[in-house]
């Protein structure tokens, strides 16, 4: 297994449509081997997700964290060719993203709370599944990257966007912000 180098930001790799996979190829070396890296790349960075294109490979795979199993261990999902529907647009979700491909970075986005997802795992096996909360939202911003899609360009209000520790400094999870308390390194 190996680390892969994670592209960030101004990366042309980000900007594209990814290919879909042959699912007859899933089981194959190639996608295992690329399977097996991503995770071994995003528990390195400590990422919740991590999309191929991200690992310089422009294909429609994804990992997606967000839930936990009954002990609360994390627990992720490998989606090949994944395609979402939104099950109800009125019912939203706001909170904070970052990104390993845009590193040091947040920034308030708010997404559907409610999901349908249909796509292949890495047995190559077809399945659908319904998410809520924070885990469709994990999944909507991991599948976004498959259509050259960042964080930042959903970022609606860019007094909301902010480098992390200003956004710990000041904002709480909520995004609403903090009082200023008066610092001398403004």
Known sequence: MSILKVARMGHPVLRQKCQVINPLTIKGSEIQRLIRDMFETMAEYSGVGLA????????????AGGDADEEGQPTYRVLINPEITVLNDEDR????????SVPGLRGWVERPAHIKVKA??????????ELEGF???VMQHECDHLDGVL????????TRFAFEDE????????GEELEDEGTDDD
């Open 52 to 63: 191929a294109p991200q690992v310089h490979k422009p294909v429609r795979l994804v990992i």
């Open 93 to 100: 979700l706001g909170m904070y993203e970052g990104c390993l």
């Open 120 to 129: 292949y795992n890495e047995k190559a096996q077809l399945q659908e599944f």
């Open 135 to 137: 885990p469709a939202i």
């Open 151 to 158: 964080y930042v360009d959903r970022i609606e209000d860019t």
């Open 167 to 174: 956004a710990d400094r000041y904002l709480d999870l909520t």
